[in-house]
C-alpha cells in the first residue's frame, strides 16, 4: 500500500524521481496524477467526496478517496435492491473522521472513516431542498408513530407532523392515520439538522377559511343544509356546514323535551339542519333541527280549548308542580295547587311519579309563550261542595286531632277535610292558654259543627257546646254575691290573684281586695297553693267573670254599706244610684253585689 502522505511531503521538483526510487517508472506517473486529483477535493470532516473501490473483503469494502489513506466502508450499506460492490466501482461517500498528520491514534493503519448510506441520505436531502420551500403544500404516506406526532414519507426522506398539528381538533388516537396519504404544508425546514416539520391542520385552517368566505355569501336564514357533527356539549352541538361551524342548540333539537344532545344526534353523523340565524360579523349560526317539521304548538287552543280532558304522561316532577305531555313537544304544567282538592300537598312526588299517565284539564292556554296551565284535582268532584250537606251548622261529628296550634286545633272530619276547633270553642270556664292543655295530636274527639264557609273552604267546630253553658244558669245559681267560699290560689299577677273555685273555673281576687291596708306586691299575702275562703263580689255572665274579696270575708253589713257609699261618691254617683249595689272584686270598676233588704 503507497503511502500517500509522504508523496504530498515530496518536492515538485524531485517527485518523479523520488517516486521511481520507490515504485516502478511505470507507476511512477499514475501515482503522480492520483495525486494531484485528490488535491483538487475538499478533504474535510462531513464532506461527500468520490471514492474508488480497491479491495473488497466479506465484511468491508476499502474505498480509495484519493487522500492521504483509505477508508472503509461496511457492506451492509449497500442496500438489497442494489447491486453488488465491485472494485473498480466508484461511489459518493461521506467523511465522517479524519486522522491527523501521523494517523490516528488508535488506527495502526491511520484511514479516514467514510460512509456510503449517510452519503446518500445528504444527497436526498440536497434533491428535496431544490424540490420544496417552506409554506409548500407536499404529499406524503404516514408511515408510523413516534413520540409527539407521526413520521410521514415524502419520497425517500421522512418529515415530522406533530400530534397538534394533524388535525383541527386532535383526534382520539392518531395511530389510526397510519398508512394514509395525507397533504400538508411545509411549516419549517432545518437545514442544520436536516429536519422538515408540516402541517396538515393548517391546510385544512386555509381550506376552510375559503370555504367558510364562500358559504357566509350563499348562506341564508331559512335556507335546510346538510352538515357534520364535529362536537356535543351538555347545551347543543356543533355541526359543520362545509367549511363553518354552527350551534344547534338542544331546545332547538325537537319539540319535545330531551335530557342531552345524545338522544339526538351523534359525532360525525350527517344531519339536515334549519339556518335560524347568521351574525355574519362574528361569523355565529344558529341552526334548528326541529323547525324542519311543524310546530305542534300552531292551532294549540283549537286542539286544547280551555276546559277539555285529557290524558298526559308526567315528564318531570318540581318542587312547584309537575310537567306532563299531551303529545310529542306538547306539555303543560300541573301547579301543586292544582292537585288535589283535599290532600295537603307537600310535594308532587307525593301524588305522582315520572312516567304516570294521568287525567288533566286545560285550565289555561298561552299560544305566545307555548305554556299550558293544568289542573289534576278539576278531573274529579270537588267534596267540598257537598260539606254544607254532610256538615250543617249545629250537627254532632267525630274526628281526629291533625295538628294543633296556638289558636286552636284542626280536626280531620274525613280525608282533605278539616274543621278549626278554636282554643275559646274549647272550654265554658276553663282559660286555655294552648290547645295541648286539652288534646293531644292523633286523639279522637267530639265536635259540633259551629258554621260552615264554602267559598274559603273553612269549617268551625266547637267543643264546649256539646254542654249546656254553665253560665247561663249553674255558675250564677251556686255562686251568689255575698256568699262565702273556699279555693285555691293558681296564679298571682301584679293586679291580683286567681283563685280556683271549682275544676275549670276560677275567680279572682283583686289586689284591691286582698287586705285592709294597701297591698303593693299580692305575694305578701298569699301564695300560689295556699287554700283559701273568700267572699264572692260579683258574678258576671255576660264577661263570664267571677269577683272576689279576701279583706271583706268578715266584714258585716254596716261595712259594706259604708263601703259601697264611699266607692259612690269617690266615683261622684248619686247615692240613690248604689241604694241596691257595693262595688268590689275588679277596682273602681269592678263587680257589684247587692246588699242586704234588711234596714
Not at 438 to 466: F, H, N, P, T
Request: glycine fraction near 10%; hydrophobic fraction near 40%; charge should be negative.
Amino acid at each position: 500500500m503507497v503511502n500517500r502522505n509522504l508523496i504530498r511531503n515530496l518536492e515538485d521538483d524531485d517527485i518523479l524521481a523520488e517516486l521511481a526510487l520507490l515504485v516502478p517508472a511505470d507507476q511512477a506517473e499514475e501515482l503522480l496524477f492520483e495525486a494531484l486529483a485528490a488535491e483538487q477535493q475538499d478533504y474535510a470532516q462531513g464532506k461527500l467526496v468520490d471514492g474508488r473501490i480497491v479491495e473488497i473483503n466479506d465484511e468491508w469494502a476499502l474505498i480509495d478517496v484519493g487522500f492521504k489513506s483509505e477508508g472503509t466502508v461496511s457492506l451492509d450499506e449497500w442496500g438489497g435492491d442494489e447491486d453488488p460492490p465491485k472494485v473498480g466501482d466508484t461511489v459518493k461517500v461521506l467523511i465522517e473522521e479524519m486522522e491527523d498528520e501521523l494517523g490516528a491514534a488508535d488506527d495502526p493503519y491511520g484511514m479516514i472513516s467514510l460512509s456510503k448510506r449517510k452519503a446518500e441520505k445528504i444527497i436526498e436531502w440536497e434533491d428535496m431542498m431544490d424540490k420544496v420551500a417552506e409554506g409548500q403544500v407536499v404529499t406524503g404516506t404516514v408511515v408510523r408513530k413516534i413520540k409527539g406526532g407521526l413520521l410521514v414519507e415524502l419520497g425517500v426522506i421522512h418529515v415530522f407532523l406533530p400530534g397538534s398539528q394533524v388535525d383541527i381538533r386532535r383526534p382520539g388516537d392518531i395511530g389510526d392515520f397510519i398508512g394514509r396519504v395525507i397533504q400538508a404544508e411545509v411549516l419549517k425546514i432545518d437545514d442544520m439538522r436536516r429536519n422538515i416539520v408540516i402541517s396538515r391542520r393548517s391546510l385544512i385552517e386555509r381550506q376552510r377559511e375559503e370555504d367558510r368566505a364562500y358559504l357566509m355569501k350563499e348562506l341564508e336564514v331559512g335556507q335546510i343544509r346538510k352538515g357534520v357533527v364535529k362536537n356535543i356539549a351538555d347545551f347543543g352541538a356543533f355541526v359543520d356546514l362545509g367549511g363553518i361551524d354552527g350551534l344547534l342548540h338542544i331546545t332547538d333539537m325537537a319539540w319535545e323535551r330531551i335530557g342531552h344532545p345524545t338522544e339526538m344526534v351523534s359525532i360525525d353523523q350527517e344531519i339536515e339542519v334549519k339556518v335560524l340565524h347568521i351574525d355574519r360579523e362574528k361569523q355565529k349560526i344558529a341552526l334548528g333541527l326541529k323547525q324542519k317539521d311543524r310546530n305542534p304548538w300552531e292551532n294549540i287552543e283549537e286542539k286544547y280549548p280551555v276546559n277539555s280532558d285529557h290524558k298526559g304522561e308526567v315528564v318531570n316532577v318540581m318542587s312547584y308542580g309537575a310537567f306532563v305531555k299531551l303529545e310529542p313537544g306538547i306539555e303543560g304544567l300541573v301547579h301543586i295547587s292544582e292537585m288535589s282538592w283535599t290532600k295537603r300537598v307537600n310535594h308532587p312526588s307525593e301524588l305522582v311519579n315520572i312516567g304516570d299517565e294521568i287525567d288533566v284539564k286545560i285550565l289555561g292556554v298561552d299560544p305566545a309563550g307555548q305554556q299550558l296551565s293544568l289542573g289534576m284535582k278539576q278531573t274529579q268532584k270537588n267534596p267540598w261542595d257537598e260539606v254544607l250537606e254532610r256538615y250543617p251548622e249545629g250537627t254532632d261529628v267525630t274526628g281526629k286531632v291533625r295538628n294543633l296550634t296556638n289558636y286552636g286545633a284542626f280536626i280531620e272530619l274525613e280525608e282533605g277535610i278539616d274543621g278549626l276547633l278554636h282554643v275559646s270553642d274549647m272550654s265554658w270556664t276553663r282559660k286555655i292558654g294552648h290547645p295541648s292543655e286539652m288534646l293531644e295530636k292523633g286523639q279522637e274527639i267530639a265536635c259540633r259543627v259551629l258554621s260552615v264557609d264554602e267559598e274559603r273552604r273553612r269549617i268551625a267546630l266547637g267543643l264546649k257546646q256539646l254542654d249546656n253553658d254553665p253560665w247561663d244558669g249553674d255558675i250564677p245559681d251556686k255562686y251568689q254575691p255575698g256568699q262565702l267560699v273556699k279555693g285555691k290560689v293558681t296564679k298571682i299577677t301584679n293586679f291580683g290573684v286567681f283563685i280556683s273555685l271549682e275544676d275549670g273555673l276560677e275567680g279572682l281576687l283583686h289586689i284591691s281586695e286582698l287586705a285592709e291596708q294597701k297591698v303593693e306586691d299580692p305575694e305578701e299575702v298569699v301564695k300560689v297553693g295556699d287554700d283559701i275562703e273568700v267572699k264572692v263580689l260579683r258574678v258576671d255572665t255576660d264577661e263570664r267573670k267571677i269577683g272576689l274579696s279576701l279583706k271583706r270575708v268578715e266584714w258585716g253589713e254596716e261595712q259594706e254599706r259604708a263601703a259601697a257609699a264611699a266607692e259612690a261618691a269617690e266615683n261622684q254617683v248619686p247615692a240613690s244610684s248604689v241604694e241596691g249595689e257595693l262595688k268590689g272584686g275588679l277596682g273602681s270598676a269592678g263587680p257589684l253585689f247587692p246588699p242586704s233588704s234588711e234596714e
